[in-house]
């Protein structure tokens, strides 16, 4: 599959269903994974994932907020405008639009995506989602 540049929820970043085509295009170490994200709970639930029962409500509700679990990292878009284009996928790898280690370059980025999908938000870097690591005991804010 291709690479996709677009605002995401969050900030600009590239999407694919291809983990490999991501790992060469930021020069990233093969073992560091990357996030998934998915347009709905139910897609979510339907791709494997399971949440502990005491955060299910917190992982169905939350916006702009990434969850590791069991050691995979997966956020639930909220957002109209990347909803969109996530519903066309059932789920699509997200990191962001850099290099791996360097800042927000939009050169770079034009550069090394396939498809850029730009809309009236434009192409620019924001904060980065909120990032807590759940499991069956106990839930920790790691950014």
Same mark, same amino acid.
Request: glycine content about 4%; hydrophobic content about 30%.
């Given at each position: ?18 983990? =490999?085509? /991501?790992? $060469? ?12 994200? %998915?347009?709905?709970? &139910? #897609? ?39 909803? =969109?284009? /996530?519903? $066309? ?12 280690? %360097?800042?927000?370059? &939009? #050169? ?36």
């Amino acid at each position: 599959m291709s690479v996709l540049l677009a605002q995401t929820d969050t900030t600009v970043g590239f999407l694919s269903n291809d983990a =490999k085509s /991501l790992e $060469k295009l930021k020069s990233r170490p093969p073992k560091k994974q990357f996030l998934k994200v %998915y347009p709905s709970f &139910k #897609e979510f639930k339907k791709n494997g994932n399971r949440v502990p029962q005491k955060y299910k409500n917190l992982v169905r509700r939350a916006e702009k907020t990434t969850f590791i679990i069991k050691g995979r990292a997966s956020r639930i878009v909220k957002d109209p405008l990347h909803l =969109k284009l /996530l519903k $066309k996928y059932s789920w699509l790898y997200s990191t962001s639009a850099n290099k791996s280690g %360097y800042g927000f370059d &939009k #050169e770079f980025c034009i550069t090394k995506s396939d498809i850029i999908i730009e809309d009236h938000r434009g192409l620019k870097e924001e904060t980065p989602s909120s990032l807590y690591r759940l499991n069956n005991v106990k839930s920790r804010r790691l950014r």
